[in-house]
């Protein structure tokens, strides 16, 4: 089955500290150019419309592969990038340079499927500090999705911050945007099934490594769920009760959401044991609510 994927490398601009495009665009050395790795998957047959996932801190989008295929299945092309810092993107590990660069690569990735499939409807899936990044985009893109989906939404943002310098140290070093923080997440954490767990600690490309910058970003950013109401499409929210990451009770307060909770689940219902409920769930809310609407 992974033989069916197939990777795109979009050539992007790179950031400026804040996030803005920067300047000094070189095509002869490719200077100014960065390059975003997205995993792709066509839909069997005719495809009805077009997903993105857009994974957690310290994630990668290979991670989605069975959503992926299960989407597939049911007439979906499926994009799984990894973003900047993360699995095989370039990028320092862990760093974002903000929301703006956020939503300008997720316009990308979305104009890449724009030119494929004009037509057809395009949804955000994310997980974790993902669902934060994909309804940002959805609230400042209006018009762009068609749906919403948000697994484990991260409410209240609790990363750890870099630890400054102490003693000598802190008078030739000084913590910086770009100085790694921690997302204090573990494997169990995450999810209760062992398989997936020892998969995400022994894989090299996820890590718990989070920069102070993109931190503060996603704390300023986290206004964005008293808004979940105005992004004007339809939003469904997995929410896992054992999840420790993100608060049950505030979830099933996400007004204007279809929140659905399933029993024993932690923060990652996706990578979760028994997560064919979850992924029916996901395919049948697309297929019967996000579809129709777009027909």
């Known amino acids: 089955m992974d033989d069916d994927f197939f990777l795109t490398n979009l050539e992007l601009r790179d950031s400026t500290e804040t996030g803005e495009q920067a300047e000094g665009l070189s095509h002869s050395s490719m200077k100014g150019m960065f390059l975003l790795a997205v995993l792709e998957l066509a839909a069997r047959g005719e495809p009805i419309g077009a997903v993105t996932v857009v994974h957690d801190a310290g994630d990668t989008g290979a991670r989605y592969k069975e959503l992926a295929t299960r989407l597939a299945e049911a007439g979906w092309a499926v994009a799984l990038p990894d973003l900047r810092g993360h699995g095989q993107t370039e990028g320092e590990r862990g760093h974002s340079a903000g929301m703006k660069e956020v939503v300008r690569d997720l316009d990308e990735i979305q104009n890449h499927l724009a030119y494929r499939m004009p037509d057809e409807p395009k949804v955000l899936v994310g997980q974790g500090l993902g669902a934060l990044y994909a309804l940002h985009f959805a609230l400042e893109r209006p018009g762009t999705l068609a749906g919403l989906v948000l697994s484990g939404p991260l409410l209240e943002p609790g990363f750890h911050e870099p630890e400054a310098p102490k003693g000598l140290k802190k008078l030739f070093q000084k913590v910086t945007p770009q100085s790694p923080g921690s997302t204090g997440y573990t494997a169990e954490a995450l999810t209760s099934d062992p398989e997936q767990a020892a998969a995400w600690s022994a894989d090299a490309t996820t890590h718990d490594v989070i920069t102070l910058r993109a931190i503060e970003e996603a704390r300023s950013a986290k206004s964005a769920w008293s808004r979940i109401g105005e992004v004007g499409v339809p939003v469904l ?27 024993g689940m932690r923060h990652h219902p996706l990578q979760e044991k028994g997560r064919g409920k979850v992924l029916d769930a996901v395919v049948e809310w697309m297929t019967g609510v996000v579809r129709p609407s777009s027909s």
């Open 237 to 263: 929210v997995l929410q896992g009760d054992a999840d420790e990451v993100t608060s049950v009770a505030a979830a099933r307060e996400l007004a204007g959401a279809d929140v659905r909770v399933f029993d």
